[in-house]
Nanobody, 123 residues
Framework: VQLQASGGGLVQAGGSLGLSCAASIRTFSRRCMGWFRQAPGKEREFVAA????????DYADSVKGRFTTSRDNAKNTVYLQMNSLKPEDTAVYFC?????????????????WGQGTQVTVSS
């Protein structure tokens, strides 16, 4: 099982970035997928989640209205579109696969993790 996140980089405040996460999981279409981030010296925190069919999503308050997650089950890929980026969004972003179909916001509900991609927002 492998989750490969890509799309990170350096962007100015107010800019946009799109992350992708390709998953080599046979049961991808039956799993909730999540995005988390971890800034230096801080704990990993929930960013966004999307249920198995893509009909429901959840977001951290800090990113609501700016970030959008989506998925393409035919491509085993989940996406995170980040708009109006702020310096406090700077972190390593991880995608993760939950063991169930329903939305989860806690790290403990996810059993597969990608390697992370760096997002840096300059002021």
């Amino acid at each position: 099982v492998q989750l490969q996140a890509s799309g990170g980089g350096l962007v100015q405040a107010g800019g946009s970035l799109g992350l992708s996460c390709a998953a080599s999981i046979r049961t991808f279409s039956r799993r909730c997928m999540g995005w988390f981030r971890q800034a230096p010296g801080k704990e990993r925190e929930f960013v966004a989640a999307i249920n198995w069919i893509g009909g429901s999503t959840d977001y951290a308050d800090s990113v609501k209205g700016r970030f959008t997650t989506s998925r393409d089950n035919a491509k085993n890929t989940v996406y995170l579109q980040m708009n109006s980026l702020k310096p406090e969004d700077t972190a390593v972003y991880f995608c993760a696969a939950s063991e169930t179909r329903l939305l989860h916001t806690s790290t403990g509900a996810y059993d597969y993790w990608g390697q992370g991609t760096q997002v840096t927002v300059s002021s």
